[in-house]
């Protein structure tokens, strides 16, 4: 199993060799990617959320806090991961730059 690294959910823009940072990924078009399987207000407490929590190897809270929009962007490792145990891919959300443009996944 992963073991959960503080990085998995920092705010916090990486910088990269030639000074632009990575691009992260917008919350909320990971949020809409997992809103169809994990439904936290369902009756099922919460095993939905413990069970993309598992396939994505990071923590129940962690998920709860992308559902939450806690922060506006995360890691690209960490939406990679929540996209993938939802079933779907990283290419169904936006990404964010560090110069602070907004394109999506395919226009690279």
Do not use: W
């Amino acid at each position: 199993m992963r073991v959960q690294l503080l990085g998995d959910y920092d705010p916090q823009p990486e910088e990269s060799i030639n000074g632009q940072g990575e691009p992260r990924v917008l919350t909320c078009d990971v949020a809409a990617v997992l809103q169809p399987v994990v439904r936290p207000d369902d009756d099922d407490s919460g095993s939905s959320v413990s069970l993309i929590a598992e396939k994505a190897e990071t923590s129940t809270r962690t998920v709860y806090r992308v559902l939450s929009l806690h922060t506006d962007t995360i890691n690209l490792d960490l939406a990679d991961r929540l996209c993938l145990a939802a079933g779907d891919h990283l290419a169904s959300c936006r990404l964010k730059h560090s110069d602070g443009t907004i394109r999506a996944y395919f226009s690279l």
